[in-house]
């Protein structure tokens, strides 16, 4: 015998091969042997693990003394911007040159801003306007939605991910948001 059970194991079923009926493993160790199984790993109890660990850190200390400790985050720096990228952008931040979608993002964000005030004002009048009122507000509309989407398309295209691509206004959706009144 020797002091690994699992090399004994071997070779004492390669002495009986053939001799007896082939045993699954589960059948040839012992009780102490067999690994212990515990339930399922699961989202939630991943998550009590984590955060075990991360209560036993702060315990022995491990996230004392960090650099930047007691200062705020700031999570919207170069958040989004590519990392092979980020140099440039912080070179042209500091110029305060800004992104280059930057503008076209402002563009988005005024004329969307225009948009809702007036698709509220109209919405609040909608019911009482006239059907001739009420057609004039509907090409309003289109010229509207074919605007917005022109400024997001021009957005879109200069971005540099999909997290910052904005998605299409669609006129039939925003008709029923006007019409929602009556």
Known sequence: ????????????QSRTLGKTKPQTPS???????????????????????????IQAAMEDGMFDN???????????????IP????MAFRVMKGNEQGSPW??????????????????????????TTSFNEQERLRQELHIWVRDLNTIIHQLNAMVP?????????????????????L
């Open 27 to 53: 059948e040839t160790l012992s009780e102490a042997e067999k690994p212990k199984r515990g339930p399922s790993l699961t989202a939630q109890r991943a998550g009590s693990i984590a955060e075990q660990r």
């Open 66 to 80: 960090l650099p930047g400790e007691g200062q705020p985050i700031d999570l919207n720096d170069d958040m989004y």
């Open 83 to 86: 990392a092979d990228m980020r």
């Open 1 to 12: 015998m020797s002091d690994n059970p699992f090399l004994d194991r071997f070779r004492e």
């Open 102 to 127: 930057g503008s076209a993002q402002h563009d988005y964000n005024n004329h969307m801003n225009r948009y809702q005030i007036w698709l509220r004002n109209n919405r609040e009048t909608w019911a």
């Open 161 to 181: 991910n999909d997290k910052l691509r904005v998605g299409l206004v669609v006129y039939e959706r925003e008709l029923r948001a006007l019409e929602s009144a």
